[in-house]
């Protein structure tokens, strides 16, 4: 028969590794899908800075091939911002791409995990781009490679 102080550390130890479990199981993530602005097709190979608001310090996305990327929504955190990745060996910070919206506002994180976030295009029309409840769209414009580092 145990220690009675056992009886009391057996019940406390499950109850922290039930909350912690709870506590991962609840974790959200948004779907962010990176689309040429013009096209509607999804680009591959690029990434994006993110800060959350409420939530000290940002992370940096990569999209894969198929422009998609998952980040998961730290705890405290009430709404997403993106800004431009610069170009691979960039020491200026010179963007990788030119962005059509969303243009560094944030967005309510609650917003998009119910409905979903379509920015409006500033680079042109494109065809009808929808997203499902969780997912951004992040809409871009590739620079051509002979684009001139400063301009």
Known sequence: MPAPHYRRIAPATLLAALCLFCAQATAQTLTIRMINARSGKPID???????????PGNAVLAVDKHGIGHLTIPPGATA???IAASKKGSVQNIPAYTVCGPFGEYISIQDI???GFVPQNACG?????????GELLYLI?????YTPALQ
């Open 113 to 115: 995990l119910a409905h």
């Open 80 to 82: 997403i911002s993106f």
């Open 45 to 55: 190979g690029k990434s994006v800075n993110v800060e959350f608001q409420g939530v």
């Open 125 to 133: 029309s494109t065809p009808q781009l929808t997203a499902a409840p």
């Open 141 to 145: 414009e590739p620079l051509p490679w």
